[in-house]
């Protein structure tokens, strides 16, 4: 049985699969007869085609909904193993028969557990893939069903009286299915698996059982743990009275009804028509989360971001460590058209000017210097007669005759200020602290 929601508002659809191989869909709304009462409503609406005219007749054991764009096609599976796929309006798309008899189809991905192992649907072509899951042994599945938050695994149930862990990856065109885990557990057929947030529910025909699969415990082993079991009776005892708890012996011979939303209802079969409604309050841990952090290929993702932010990061400080006396263009010669100064002449007048001091100011300018390079100095300064700067004729002039004119030493180099004063104002001169009274500007 699955169900979808409609467009209109408070409808939904339920599809049926039955024993005889028909399968049904009905509509169910709500509808309000009065001021504060509303009423549920359920009809039939179509019967889906069958393959040979009804000639099949296999019991329907799977159907699942999937979702291409806007059209909805719903999956059927029966006791033969093939698969059969129809539209929203009940006429069929098409059919295949896998070697393998499906048992849990994954939702939105076309991929299914068998009871050998793995297998995909290919909806364009209708062809299958199918695939041994590695460590099963051989030994043949009964039951699946896949985790309510991490839609890869799987837990299931083995001839060989076996819980098991499953991790089922990939796509459609490349998958793998790998055993995790297993554990030996006493308990008797039939079976219904079904899953919630953190925990895994297994009904038989005389009790329940609570496995946690999200607790720092699991994470670690990696096998699900029991939390408790509960006998069906005592089940039935809270929810009904004591004269129809009684519900004959053949209810030992069906396979329990068990179903769930994924998340905290769950719904479990009584008997005799009756179905008792839970909502869990068991906690959810989240420590499973921390231990495929580190193995996840968002972590490695990021690592490699951090290391090329690092890398570029030093390769730019090492850009920048050139002072602005380290210039890259230091070099002779030409890079395409733009030529390059040769230095040799720099480094040259470099050495003099870092030398003058110690060889003095002759023209030869020593043994180990070649001719110096004489540099024409400004033109001396022509203001106001004003200036109390200029040079008198008194001042020491070490230069020689043979030495040009306009040429300064460091001892003739002195500082000329300007004059700011126009010839329009009158010169005045006054000590910086004269003796002079406070003017008083208000009177």
Not at 95 to 124: C, H, N, W, Y
Request: with cysteine.
């Amino acid at each position: 049985m699955l169900s979808y929601m409609s467009v209109s508002k408070n409808e939904s659809f339920v599809v049926t699969g039955h024993i005889n191989g028909v399968i049904l869909t009905h509509r169910v709304w709500e509808a309000s007869n009065g001021d504060d009462w509303s009423s549920l409503f359920m009809e039939n609406v179509r019967e889906f085609d069958s393959i040979g005219g009804g000639e099949d007749g296999s019991q329907i054991t799977i159907l699942e909904l999937h979702h291409v764009g806007r059209m909805r096609y719903i999956l059927s599976a029966g006791a033969s193993g093939k698969i059969t796929v129809y539209r929203e309006d009940g006429t069929i798309y098409g059919s295949v028969l896998p070697v393998s008899k499906p048992i849990a189809f994954l939702k939105q991905r076309l991929l299914f557990m068998t009871e050998t192992g793995a297998g995909s649907l290919d909806l364009r072509s209708m062809r299958i893939r199918e695939s041994e899951c590695e460590g099963l042994n051989h030994s043949l599945a009964r039951n699946y069903v896949f985790d309510a938050t991490e839609r890869s695994k799987a837990y299931g149930f083995t001839s060989d009286g076996e819980l098991i862990k499953i991790l089922l990856l990939g796509d459609i065109m490349n998958f793998k299915c790998r055993v995790r885990s297993k554990r030996k557990v006493d308990i008797d057929e039939p079976l219904a698996f079904q899953a919630i947030k953190g925990y895994l529910i297994i009904a038989s025909q005389d009790k329940v059982l609570v496995y946690n699969v999200s607790a720092q415990h699991y994470a670690r082993v990696s096998v699900p743990r029991l939390v408790f079991s509960a006998g069906l009776d005592e089940i039935r005892s809270s929810f009904l009275n004591r004269q129809v708890v009684d519900l004959g012996t053949n209810r030992r011979t069906i396979i329990p009804l068990i179903g769930s939303d994924r998340e905290k209802l769950v719904v479990l079969g009584l008997g005799g028509g009756y179905v008792g409604i839970y909502r869990s309050n068991l906690p959810v841990f989240k420590g499973e989360f921390n231990t495929m952090l580190w193995t996840s290929p968002v972590l490695f993702f990021i690592l490699f971001l951090f290391g090329a932010w690092q890398f570029f990061a030093k390769k730019k400080e090492a850009l920048t460590s050139w002072g602005p006396d380290d210039s890259f263009t230091s070099a002779s010669g030409t890079v395409g058209d733009r030529p390059f100064a040769d230095t040799s002449s720099r480094n040259a007048d470099i050495g003099e000017m870092r030398g003058g001091g110690v060889g003095g100011s002759s023209g030869a300018g020593g043994g180990l210097r070649g001719p110096t390079r004489r540099y024409a100095s400004p033109s001396r300064y022509t203001g106001g007669a004003g200036s109390s700067f200029r040079p008198s004729s008194v001042d020491p002039n070490s230069r020689t005759t043979s030495v040009d004119t306009n040429f300064r030493t460091a001892s003739d180099l002195k500082f000329r200020g300007s004059n700011l004063e126009t010839a329009g104002f009158s010169k005045r001169r006054e000590s910086l602290f004269a003796n002079s009274q406070v003017v008083d500007d208000d009177n």
